[in-house]
């Protein structure tokens, strides 16, 4: 997807969205200081150009039930392609790993574990070493309390991009 020349304006609309999620026309407009139809124009190009991925709903899980969080670190024996590929294609299967990223460095990947109880991230570690994924070795880091979670400034991000 080509990038777009993004202005303050669009940065100020994808704050506006981030921050609060779908919006009115006319809320955005007025959040965003434009007219509403020049704002819905930037909001379809904004989408259509691949920028916003969806709207989600900010859950806080602690309230729903308890659960164990885990950061795991990974590092596998072979850095081929083929490894790498299969490794990720476990990855995105398993809905106990809600992030995980790629670094460089001493890790191959951190992924952060939600699971229901200890019993069920020891289950999915055993599942781990069961699946042919060339893991090396691992870590974990059990969570004892969030201390902060955020979305990113993307105006901070985007000053430097702006045109």
Known sequence: ???LALDAADI???????KHGPLSKAKLSEISGLSATPCWARLTRLKAAGYIRGYHADIELS???DFAQVIVTVSLSRHRK????RFEAYINGRDEIVDCIA????????MKVISSSLTDFQNFVED???EDLGIDRYMTHFATRQVKTALPNISKL???NLK
Do not use: E, N, P
């Not at 100020?12 to 981030?18: E, N, S």
């Not at 083929?82 to 590929?85: G, L, Q």
């Open 1 to 3: 997807m080509k990038k």
């Open 12 to 18: 100020r609309i994808l704050c506006a969205l981030q």
């Open 63 to 65: 309230r729903l039930a």
């Open 82 to 85: 083929a490894d790498f590929d």
């Open 103 to 110: 670094t460089g460095g001493g890790v191959d990947y951190i």
């Open 128 to 130: 781990l070493h069961t």
């Open 158 to 160: 985007a000053t430097s």
